[in-house]
Structure formats: structure tokens, C-alpha cells
Nanobody, 132 residues
Framework: QVQLVESGGGLVQAGGSLRLSCAAS????????MAWFRQAPGKERDFVAGHSWSSGSTYYAYYGDFVKGRFSISRDNAKSTMYLKVTSLKPEDTAVYYC??????????????????????WGQGTQVTVSS
């Protein structure tokens, strides 16, 4: 079992920045594939960014098309924590941001890394609200 706890969300003005964190426990963090998804009211859960494990300490980073260089995903294996730096925020970025993890050690294609069904574990989410 992997437990995921997100933090760092909040209310921010358009153009502002936040750093979201996802603390993991329960399994070896360095071998987890991790990702951020988001879901706005009435909409589907969308892929934001992923950090997929390949082998050893090699990871591949993926981003959703809408990110366009505004977000950056990273991880600190020593702290068992994943981060999402979000900048140049827009009102349409308002959503609940979820952390996801997979522990099965599979080497994914980009499409698999971006699919919410690939992930075993999910956090409770952190709300990001961007005011105009």
C-alpha cells in the first residue's frame, strides 16, 4: 500500500504561482511512477504531469498539452515527495489537483503514463483556485 498526501493548494491571483507537494509513504518511493492529475467541477480528470520510473534512478517526465512550459514536475527521493511547480496560473487552471502513484515497476509508453487507469494509488487532492 502507498499513502499519498497532497498539500500546497490555495487561492491565487491570475499570473501567480504555487508549489504543490505530494508526500508518499508505505513503499520505496524511488521506484514509484508518479503523476499529477486535475479535475474541475463537471469535467473529466485530466493528466497534468508525470514522472515515470524506467530503471534504477532513471525517470521520464511528461506533461499535458495545456501546460505549455508553465508547470514543472520534480521529486525528492530522500524526502519521498513529489512536487509540481505551477506558474503563470490562469482561471482555467482552477481544479482539484490529485497525486497518483504506481508501484508495479512497469516501463510505460507516454500514453500509458498519461492515463489515469495506469495508477494504483491516489491522494485526496488539493484545491487550486485562480481568481481573475
Amino acid at each position: 500500500q502507498v499513502q499519498l498526501v497532497e498539500s500546497g493548494g490555495g487561492l491565487v491571483q491570475a499570473g501567480g504561482s504555487l508549489r504543490l507537494s505530494c508526500a508518499a509513504s508505505g513503499r520505496s518511493f524511488s521506484s514509484l511512477s508518479m503523476a499529477w492529475f486535475r479535475q474541475a467541477p463537471g469535467k473529466e480528470r485530466d493528466f497534468v504531469a508525470g514522472h515515470s520510473w524506467s530503471s534504477g534512478s532513471t525517470y521520464y517526465a511528461y506533461y499535458g498539452d495545456f501546460v505549455k512550459g508553465r508547470f514543472s514536475i520534480s521529486r525528492d527521493n530522500a524526502k519521498s515527495t513529489m512536487y509540481l511547480k505551477v506558474t503563470s496560473l490562469k482561471p482555467e487552471d482552477t481544479a482539484v489537483y490529485y497525486c497518483a502513484a504506481d508501484s508495479r515497476g512497469q516501463r510505460w509508453t507516454a500514453a500509458q503514463a498519461m492515463g489515469h487507469t495506469s495508477y494504483e494509488y491516489w491522494g485526496q487532492g488539493t484545491q487550486v483556485t485562480v481568481s481573475s
